[in-house]
């Protein structure tokens, strides 16, 4: 069964700063791996999708790298903002076994960006 | 496009009543998921449909919860009769097909007293 892990749980940093959001998974077995962000009391939006084949996706300063071989996945969030706060969720969708075409989500890294 | 549309955002019920959430998926995408999100357990998968068939509702806590996609637009989660351990956000996502990016609804969320 695929158990997806996120490191840090939480994160506080001053506004500028670059930082790296972790995260691992058991089975490399996937279609892809998406990270999402999510707002309090909001739903998911999707920032960014890596094919199992690919290994990195960047949109504006987003960053989203991916080692199927190892079971790992960061996202780089460039000159941080205060609007950046939120919860940051990886999920990989997976391509074998019991958990064949489910995503399955880590627990989430909730990003602080203070002024 | 408007997106995936959720309906009610909110939902306060009394135990043992019936609730029964709905989801519009976005246009032309085949798969449909329904997810429930909580403090202790994240979130979590409870059943997918492709192309209007439930093809894995494994994640389906019991029997009290159902799931229905009559045709390409429209699916709904019943929960008959509702505990105050269901109280939750839902959330209905849906894709092109299961292996392509997933875009989640506003989600629904359902307080049982």
């Known amino acids: 069964k695929q158990e997806v892990t996120q490191i840090p749980a939480a994160l506080s940093v001053p506004e500028g700063e670059n930082l790296v959001l972790n995260c691992s998974f058991t089975?490399?077995?996937?279609?892809?791996l998406q990270w999402f962000r999510q707002d309090p009391g909001k739903g998911l939006t999707s920032l960014l999708l890596?094919?199992?084949?690919?290994r990195e996706q960047t949109s504006g300063r987003l960053n989203a790298s991916l080692d199927k071989s190892s079971g790992r996945s960061t996202l780089y969030i460039a000159a941080s903002q205060p609007g950046d706060s939120a919860t940051y969720l990886c999920?990989?969708?997976?391509?074998?076994?019991?958990?064949?075409?489910?995503?399955?989500f880590g627990q989430g890294t909730i990003l602080t960006v203070h002024p | 496009d408007a997106g995936v549309i959720q309906s009610p955002r909110h939902e306060v019920t009394e135990m043992g009543q019936e609730v029964t959430l709905r989801c519009k998926p976005i246009?032309?995408?085949?798969?449909l998921f329904w997810y429930r999100q909580t403090m202790m357990r994240g979130l979590e998968l409870l059943i997918y449909?492709?192309?209007?068939?439930?093809?894995?509702d494994s994640g389906m806590p019991e029997d009290r919860f159902s799931a229905k996609m009559p045709n390409a637009s429209f699916s709904t989660l019943k929960i008959q009769p509702s505990e105050p351990r269901d109280s939750a956000v839902y959330f209905c996502?849906?894709?092109?097909?299961?292996?392509?990016?997933?875009?989640f609804g506003p989600g629904t969320r359902l307080t049982v007293l």
């Open positions: 999920a990989a969708l997976n391509a074998g076994g019991t958990s064949y075409g489910k995503l399955t």
């Open positions: 449909f492709n192309n209007n068939v439930p093809i894995d």
């Open positions: 996502a849906s894709s092109l097909d299961y292996y392509n990016e997933q875009f």
């Open positions: 890596i094919q199992s084949s690919q």
């Open positions: 246009s032309g995408h085949n798969s």
């Open positions: 089975d490399s077995a996937i279609y892809n």
